[in-house]
């Protein structure tokens, strides 16, 4: 498993591309996150607004515990970078044929598919963590209450989403295997496609939308705002649920994707 | 021992079949050669080897034994093009490759000078020319001695001094007791290098086996004279001839491999009182001989 790592790092660590993107990630979602921080700053400075605030959301956005929602939620809308950064990582080795040459070299197919499969969750991993350390900064930094780790679980509903869009890079990289393609796909699933079959479905559908592959793990992190008003039209997410179509989803990307880079000529 | 044993391999691509019901088998100690134009199945038949590709039906063995990953690692192997990571240099690239052979990195500058690549060994590999990523490609086959080369076209894109030095290599290889499985559609390049080859067309195994065997050239003797038809009638009694054939401006006759000789022709001829004008040895092509092995089998 070690090993399978370290070979990813090996090809990763030179790739001027690969840092490229990584910093812009970091960057952005503490940059994405101070935005929305200091808008809200702004609309709240008054003590009337903050106090309709309180009452209507329970804590102001980016107070301990809200902070650990908000700013999960916010960085989630930065989780189609660490997307590419997968999808170019697969398509390289496609193009370069390198995926033929690592199993000719003696790496049974599954290593290879594996080490993949390790860089998506090292990814998610380390997008939880940057989340995680935002939040806390932002918290602290707001100040207006004390540190807590009561709404923490968003930080783990994060990890899930993160694993979820970044294991759908891959699947359709393994699937479509030329880099232009699959980010062409990708970014009309997650923008386009997914959000025209979810609203259909939402509105023929007693709104079953929301058990679509993305969308399940997009709601379990509710928009903060909006989530406290109780818009009696939707239903309150029901987080087991959730959770577990979300879990059903990420086991079918994870054998969906050994499986074909299995079964086909590469 | 067998290094390799391919048994009633077939493989499709859609409707197109790229091998049918190829069986054949690599002795160890020897340069086995697999000729055949392009688009025969050389490649697809070694890719399907290496478990790049999956094969229709039929099975192959590796050491006497099912093929697994491991196999693979004691088999230096280079497939079609030389694959590599375009952002990394040759040091980095054979890291890799290396790694996964569960080989130690110390071999790498060893290698790189075998090939002639030392001194560029930290320049990119997007920077290299065609013949340079070649011969980076085998390089990389060469990482940790294996007792098995596999090369398919080792001498695509080399300039005529690299081409000597691979073919050189390859022998030398081969004298130090290594296996060698050298795909390619170069027929001299075969009957310099290998000891054995079977010859692939359209996917099927045409014949197999002793390079001496296989790939013998008959002499053929050019001979002319004012009456062409009466030179053919005559030579046809001539001893050791296998047949005559006319040819535009003379009459070819042809021997068994190097038993023709010219001067008892002039002189068989003189006695039966034609002159001869035109008399000349050649050896028939290799070209001429495939085209004939390939032609039978449509």
């Known amino acids: 498993m070690v090993q399978r790592l370290q070979l990813e790092w090996m090809k990763m660590k030179n790739y001027r591309a690969f840092w490229i993107l990584m910093s812009l990630y970091l960057v952005s979602i503490a940059g994405v996150n101070y935005i929305t921080f200091r808008a809200f700053q702004e609309a709240l400075a008054s003590q009337q607004a903050k106090n309709m605030a309180q009452m209507v959301m329970g804590h102001l956005p980016y107070s301990f515990p809200m902070v650990w929602q908000m700013t999960a939620f ?6 189609f970078i660490p997307g590419l950064v997968v999808i170019m990582s697969v398509t390289n080795e496609y193009s370069y044929k390198t995926h033929r040459q690592n199993i000719i070299d003696g790496w049974t197919r599954r290593d290879f598919i594996v080490s993949k499969m390790l860089l998506a969750i090292a990814l998610s991993v380390l997008s939880t963590i940057t989340v995680t350390i935002t939040a806390a900064a932002f918290g602290f930094a707001e100040g207006s209450e004390a540190f807590s780790l009561e709404k923490f679980v968003f930080v783990g509903y994060f990890f899930l989403q993160a694993l979820s869009y970044i294991m759908v890079a891959l699947l359709i990289a393994v699937l479509v295997k030329r880099g232009g393609l699959a980010i062409g ?11 025209v079959i979810k609203s259909i479905m939402n509105y023929y ?51 969906l994707t050994a499986y074909k880079f299995e079964k086909d000529d590469l | 021992m067998a290094i390799l044993t391919v048994d009633r391999l077939h493989k499709n691509y859609g409707r197109i079949q790229a091998l049918k019901d190829v069986s054949f088998s690599v002795p160890q100690g020897t340069v086995y050669g697999i000729l055949g134009p392009n ?6 038949l070694l890719g399907i080897i290496m478990d790049v590709l999956k ?26 093009t030389p694959n590599f990571y375009h952002y990394l240099n040759a040091v980095q690239n ?19 000078k075998l090939v002639n690549l030392y001194e560029r060994k930290h320049s990119r ?26 090369f398919d076209e080792p001498t695509n894109g080399l300039d005529p001094v690299g081409i000597a030095e691979i073919r050189e290599l390859i022998k030398k290889l081969n004298q130090q007791g290594k296996t060698i499985i050298m795909a390619s559609h170069l027929l001299d390049e075969v009957e310099k290098v290998c000891t054995h080859v079977a010859i692939l067309q359209k996917g099927s195994l045409i014949t197999h086996g002793h390079v001496d065997e296989i790939l013998v050239t008959e002499d053929v003797v050019e001979a002319g004279a004012m009456d062409l038809p009466l030179l053919q009638t005559t030579l046809q009694q001539f001893p050791g001839v296998l047949h005559t054939k006319m040819n535009g401006q003379h009459v070819e006759l042809f021997f068994a491999p190097n038993t ?34 390939t032609q039978n089998n449509k």
């Open chain 2, 55 to 80: 094969a229709s039906s039929g099975t192959y063995q590796l050491f006497d034994e099912a093929p697994t990953h491991l196999h693979r690692r004691q088999i230096g192997t280079l497939l079609e």
């Open chain 2, 39 to 44: 688009g025969s199945g050389k490649t697809t």
């Open chain 1, 205 to 255: 559908l007693n709104n079953a939308g929301r058990f679509m592959p993305l969308q399940s793990t997009d709601e379990l992190i509710p928009t903060p705002v909006l989530e406290n008003l109780k818009i009696p039209m939707l239903p309150a997410p029901d987080y087991t649920t959730l959770t577990i179509v979300a879990l059903i989803y990420l086991a079918a990307y994870f054998v």
């Open chain 2, 260 to 293: 023709a000789l010219l001067e008892s022709v002039n002189r068989f001829c003189f006695d039966k009182g034609i002159t001869l004008s035109h008399l000349r040895l050649r050896k028939k092509s290799l070209e001429t001989k495939f085209f004939e092995l």
């Open chain 1, 185 to 195: 796909i990708y970014f009309m699933y997650t923008v386009v496609i997914e959000n």
């Open chain 1, 74 to 79: 916010v960085s989630s809308f930065m989780l």
């Open chain 2, 125 to 150: 590999f997007s920077t290299y020319s065609l013949g340079m990523k070649q011969r980076l490609a085998i390089a990389s086959s060469l990482l940790g001695n294996p007792d098995v080369l596999v």
């Open chain 2, 94 to 112: 054979l890291k890799i490759a290396a790694t996964i052979k569960k080989r130690g990195h110390e071999d790498i500058d060893h290698v790189l």
